[in-house]
């Protein structure tokens, strides 16, 4: 079995997680589902960020230790996960003993082998991004990242050599041309980090004490990011007794990062793999944000809200829909409450929701639920079922892009020309002849098959919807292309989506 190992940043337990969050986290999960129902032996990642400064202030500010603190927003995010139904392989804290092990033996190997010194750091650092700075790379004064203030540290610290492994790294780009997507991303890291020079990264701080201590300079705690990025292979087994899970799973297939922390992921990262002699990542996709009036998202803009309360409006579907098709991936894109309607109103009830409802009703009036093809044949049914059997590639041509609203729009394609179907067959009119019964029945059976194989189509994408219609219309066949000799006994429709009233 082939292996796919994909992963989700993993987060910050320092704020509230928002709709921006979830958009991340149903993308990758919806890559992974794919990816299973394809026949890989994924491994599905993601997990918590827990140590730096910023954590540490919070905890204070809170009047807890860092642990109590990030221990009550981990249970938070994991409900938060269950109720989205992401189905990850393995959540991965940094505060896991075996991950804390991990990168300190990957400190120490670097240390050893020369690539981490000892020096004295002089310049900006952004406690909020926890990301060091030099006087150009700032914006008005403030952090490029996040526009917000940096202040100055000097403090003893250790540096990794990130400047002896440029060029190595510019191979590395031309030679895999795949590795960073969108393309644009690519560009970006090259312009404007990489061709002014890479400087020798920061990787050790002294002034706070939350972070993994240095086993052999114990005032000093490992940057977090450096930290943060070893998760992807601590999580492994990579330098424990059992690296089995290491062996099998790396390199990653696919690093899913927010446009705002490419930079870690493809000139960082690559360069500790490099010093460490292994295997970097296939693909690391930068996506856009989720913006909420054309602005970031945070309780201090005042537009904020739980994802749990549009999941309880709207159905865990619903909201898993509107992250997947309504933003190209990689894009930005607004989220406003309206344009999550607009989506349940006119994809889910009208176009899903609809044809099964119509459909099924219409097995139940005219063959009390009992279907099976009865072998009529025109042009336009040779058409409709054409279709179908196309879909399963296109979708896949699509998914291989990671163009993942497409792959929806294509199936939701489908589902629109079954709707069609039925107003070009018109069965309540076949239904008043007797001799047309087995054409009618013919109808009725394409139109289930479409609903099945759509149905198990959609599975990576809404898993409980899709299971729902297979349950209504009886059906355990798996296989994603026209079958001829089903047999259907058909349970009652229930409605799938309800219309929501904008008012
Ligand atoms: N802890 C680091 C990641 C370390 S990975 C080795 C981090 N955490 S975060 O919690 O700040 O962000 C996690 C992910 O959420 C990032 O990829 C970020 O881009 C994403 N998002 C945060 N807000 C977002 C939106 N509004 N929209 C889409 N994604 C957003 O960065």
Not at 301 to 324: C, M
Not at 379 to 395: A, C, G, P, T
Not at 427 to 439: F, H, M, N, R, Y
Not at 472 to 483: G, K, P, T
């Amino acid at each position: 079995m082939e292996k796919y190992y994909i992963t989700t940043p993993i987060y910050y337990p320092s704020a509230n997680f928002h709709i921006g969050h979830c958009y991340c986290t149903i993308v990758s999960d919806a890559i992974a589902r794919y990816k299973r129902m394809k026949g890989f032996d994924v491994f599905f990642q993601t997990g918590t960020d827990e140590h730096g400064q910023k954590i540490q202030k919070k905890a204070e500010e809170c009047g807890k230790t860092p642990k109590e603190y990030v221990d009550e927003i981990v249970a938070d995010a994991q409900d938060l996960w269950k109720t989205l139904n992401i189905s990850y392989d393995n959540f991965i804290r940094t505060t896991d003993e075996d991950h804390i092990e991990c990168v300190q033996k990957i400190f120490k190997k670097l240390y050893d082998q020369g690539d981490i010194y000892k020096g004295e750091y002089k310049g900006l650092y952004c406690t909020p991004c926890e990301s060091f700075w030099t006087e150009s790379q700032l914006v008005d004064g403030k952090c490029p990242d996040c526009g917000r203030d940096v202040y100055e540290v000097s403090e003893e610290a250790y540096f990794f050599k990130l400047s002896k492994y440029q060029d190595r790294l510019v191979k590395y780009y031309e030679e895999h041309p795949d590795f960073i997507e969108p393309i644009s991303r690519k560009n970006e890291m090259l312009n404007n980090f990489i061709k002014p020079g890479l400087e020798d990264l920061c990787v050790s701080r002294t002034s706070f004490d939350w972070g993994i201590p240095v086993t052999f300079d114990d005032k000093h705690v490992v940057y977090v990011w450096l930290d943060a990025l070893t998760n992807y292979i601590s999580s492994l087994g990579y330098l424990s007794e059992d690296d089995s899970n290491f062996k099998k799973y790396w390199p990653a297939d696919l690093h899913i990062v927010g446009k705002e922390i490419v930079r870690f992921h493809t000139i960082i990262w690559p360069i500790i793999l490099m010093a460490l002699d292994i295997d970097i990542p296939k693909k690391v996709f930068g996506h856009g944000w989720l913006i909420v009036n054309g602005g970031k998202i945070s309780k201090s803009l005042g537009n904020y809200k739980d994802p749990r309360e549009y999941i309880e409006s709207y159905g865990v579907d619903a909201v898993r829909y509107f992250a997947l098709r309504e933003v190209p991936f990689g894009s930005d894109g607004n989220f406003s409450e309206e344009a999550l309607i607009s989506r349940i109103n006119g994809d889910l009830a009208n176009i899903l929701g609809n044809l099964v409802q119509r459909t099924i009703s219409m097995g139940h009036k005219y063959f009390d639920g009992k279907i099976e093809n009865k072998g009529f044949e025109d042009e336009i049914s040779k058409n409709f079922i054409e279709s179908i059997d196309n879909l399963e590639s296109i979708v896949e041509e699509k998914m291989d892009k990671l163009e993942i609203s497409s792959a929806l729009e294509e199936i939701f394609n489908v589902l629109r020309a079954s709707n069609k179907y039925i107003d070009d067959t018109t069965p309540w009119i076949l239904a008043k002849d007797e001799s047309l019964s087995d054409q009618l029945q013919t109808v009725l059976y394409n139109l289930i098959e479409s609903i099945r194989v759509c149905a198990n189509l959609l599975k990576p994408y809404l898993p409980t919807t899709s299971e729902n219609i297979l349950k209504q219309i009886n059906s355990n066949d798996e296989r994603l292309s026209f079958v001829n000799n089903n047999k259907y006994e058909l349970n009652q429709p229930e409605i799938l989506f309800k219309r929501i009233d904008v008012k």
